[in-house]
């Protein structure tokens, strides 16, 4: 599994998953562009000053526009690998139609906006591409979405972008998947739920192998797939 001289872009790489898919990107000789939204994760960000490591502060990827001249200043594109987006818990009684619209742009429109410029990308190269969404558990699994239903519906039009891409374009040889995690093993969650038993969560790491091995070229024939990666919750 080889990504040298390879294009690869990572939204939400500075984050925790989108950490540990950028090492092992990195590890396999890919460059790897970030767009970054949220400048607090930077410094703490384990590939700062990786050579290949290539951060644009300032991209909001809910603005069309935004994410159009990101791409093309990418260039060609192998592999376009989605993690970024957004979380809400609350009673269906308590949600608001703001805070529902907020999620499905979050999740739904940055997964839709980023995978239709990565494909414009790809094409460029013609020999196919990449592109491996994130999804979540209750988007898969809706019953295990109770009082989260804006997130959970999000992440199911995650579900259903990934799988009519992934038809779609199966006859140009771009792969097109996704993974679905439960609670990911992080600080953040561990903060969230600390009675909880963090040895059943998946770690970042092992969900990032997963991912890497989708965007592979050694992935010669997955398409259209919704892995689980719910460790042994």
Not at 199 to 210: G, I, Q, Y
Request: proline letters at 5%.
């Amino acid at each position: 599994m080889s990504f040298k001289n390879k294009q690869v872009v990572v939204t939400g790489g500075t984050g925790a998953l989108g950490t540990a898919v950028v090492g092992r990107l990195l590890d396999q000789g890919a460059t790897v562009h970030i767009p970054v939204f949220n400048e607090d994760e930077v410094p703490r960000f384990a590939h700062n000053e990786h050579e290949r490591v290539v951060m644009v502060s300032h991209i909001d990827l809910t603005d069309e526009p935004v994410v159009k001249r990101f791409y093309d200043a990418v260039g060609e594109v192998w592999a376009s690998i989605h993690i970024a987006g957004g979380f809400d818990m609350s009673p269906i009684a308590e949600t608001s139609a703001a805070a529902f619209d907020k999620q499905m742009a979050m999740n739904a429109k940055t997964c839709f906006l980023c995978s239709r410029e990565a494909v414009r990308a790809m094409r460029g190269l013609g020999i196919g591409g990449r592109i491996v969404n994130v999804a979540a558990r209750p988007g898969v699994e809706p019953r295990q979405g109770a009082g989260m239903v804006a997130y959970s519906a999000s992440k199911a039009a995650v579900v259903a972008i990934t799988q009519a891409m992934g038809e779609e374009l199966a006859g140009e040889g771009i792969w097109v998947n996704a993974v679905a995690p439960s609670i990911l093993d992080t600080a953040a969650n561990r903060a969230a739920m600390p009675d909880a038993d963090f040895d059943v969560w998946p770690k970042p790491d092992e969900v990032a192998a997963t991912i890497v091995h989708l965007a592979s070229p050694d992935n010669g024939a997955a398409r259209g797939a919704v892995v689980p990666v719910y460790g042994k919750v």
